[in-house]
């Protein structure tokens, strides 16, 4: 057998490929089993594999085809699966390409209500905290819903009978179909922007889960919990519940249901007013009952039948504080008259001749006392100057010299002994009236002296 006899391994997979897709059986397949190994590509493809009991097959669901999917896909979970049968060229492994998928036994719709409801509530968009409060008497109020359904009917009536001085806007908004959850949430962001709404009502006439659908999609959840304006989610009748009840500031069952929880009833405010009036006429009746008698106690009081009595401690002692005042104005006035007197006595006694006089004994006495101060000082400072003369007059060589000292050099450096020397050294001796040259013919120490 020749080389060119064998098969490549690509050629061979390529035949494969080619048998499998010409089966007719392997083009329109219906499996069930268990989904394992579940990988939801970030590009939006989903690989699993398909398993049972006894044998696995591996599977691929691509864009397209999952993006239909109202349910998420996870492990274990047993799943209808109606797709087509081929080969993978890359690794020469068969597949099965999944065109369609749905959960055995409980619907898909109803998996994707509870994930969505799951993660939602992890995220605390179900916290009541965060639910804002619907205001009691609005005066405008948005409607997002069909315009041609009853539910607008039935909201827009409600509201008119019960309280006729709110004024209702209406959005038009699909509320089934592939482009209601965008609509709606395109429909209360622009409610959110215009800001003429004080409170938003949401929602529809009842309906199977699929016309529902559109308010368990998670960008209508999302676009509900960011509004600014509360929200009432009107979806379906009182069976029905929706994920946008979970989001709502407040679920009201019905339409209808919706509109009477937006606005209080006329004839229930009248109805609370006329009972008001009542409650403050009765409160006010008995207000004035009570201060009537107490007015006519304190009338026949003791202290209001004698008037006087009640100021006239006041004025006994207005009275004594106007004497004690009086008194202390007298002395007050006296002691400031006996300084004025010493004041004046004192300026006379220091006129201007008789101060010059004073002042003039006073420069005379200091004038001499600086004087004899001055004197003493010069002394001082003469027998100091005596003494340092003295003291150097008696240090000075010169003076020692007059009595018969001289002063040796060497080599302009003073001798102060005898070992300095040696034979033949030429010296200069310094007296007192000039200076002589010799040179030493011999040297002698004195015993004990130094060497």
Wanted: proline fraction near 4%.
């Amino acid at each position: 057998m020749t080389t060119s006899s064998y098969l490549t391994v690509k050629a061979l997979t390529k035949y494969i490929k080619r048998k499998f897709d010409a089966d007719p059986h392997l083009r329109d397949v219906h499996v069930k089993g268990e989904l394992s190994n579940v990988k939801i590509h970030t590009s939006g493809h989903i690989y699993f594999t398909l398993k049972d009991e006894e044998t696995r097959i591996s599977a691929t669901m691509f864009r397209t085809q999952a993006s239909k999917l109202k349910f998420r896909p996870e492990e274990g979970m047993q799943v209808f699966i109606r797709g087509d049968v081929s080969v993978y060229e890359s690794s020469g492994n068969y597949q099965l390409y999944a065109q369609s998928m749905e959960p055995d036994g409980v619907g898909g719709l109803f998996i994707a209500f509870n994930q969505l409801k799951e993660k939602l509530q992890k995220e605390g968009l179900f916290n009541p905290n965060f639910k804002q409060q619907v205001p009691m008497f609005p005066k405008t109020i948005g409607v997002l819903t069909a315009t041609t359904g009853a539910a607008i009917r039935d909201i827009c009536t409600t509201i008119t009978r019960r309280y006729p001085l709110a004024e209702i806007v209406i959005y038009p908004t699909l509320v089934q179909g592939a482009q209601a959850a965008p609509n709606i949430v395109k429909n209360i962001r622009l409610a959110n922007e215009q800001q003429f709404c004080e409170v938003l009502i949401v929602g529809r006439g009842g309906g199977s889960i699929e016309d529902l659908w559109a308010f368990n999609e998670e960008i209508v959840a999302r676009a509900i919990f960011e509004s600014r304006i509360p929200i009432i989610s009107a979806v379906g009748h009182e069976t029905d519940t929706t994920i946008a009840d979970f989001v709502a500031d407040l679920r009201a069952p019905t339409p209808t249901a919706a509109a009477e929880l937006s606005v209080p009833h006329q004839q229930e405010l009248y109805q609370r007013i006329l009972t008001s009036k009542s409650y403050l006429h009765q409160i006010m009746t008995s207000k004035l009952k009570l201060e009537r008698n107490r007015l006519k106690k304190l009338q026949n009081s003791y202290p209001l039948a004698t008037p006087e009595r009640l100021y006239r401690p006041f004025t006994e002692k207005m009275i004594t504080l106007d004497m004690r005042l009086s008194r202390s104005s007298q002395v007050y006035v006296m002691k400031k008259r006996n300084e004025l007197q010493r004041l004046d006595g004192s300026i006379k006694m220091y006129s201007p001749k008789n101060a010059i006089r004073y002042y003039g004994k006073q420069l005379n006495h200091t004038t001499n006392i600086l004087t004899r101060s001055a004197i003493n000082l010069l002394n001082i400072k003469k027998d100091s100057y005596l003494s340092i003369i003295r003291t150097l007059e008696a240090l000075n060589p010169l003076t020692i010299m007059n009595k018969g000292f001289s002063v040796t050099f060497k080599d302009d450096k003073v001798v102060n002994s005898v070992s300095q020397l040696t034979e033949n050294d030429e010296i200069k001796v310094k007296f007192q009236d000039g200076e002589a040259t010799a040179k030493i013919i011999n040297t002698q120490i004195n015993p004990g002296g130094n060497k």
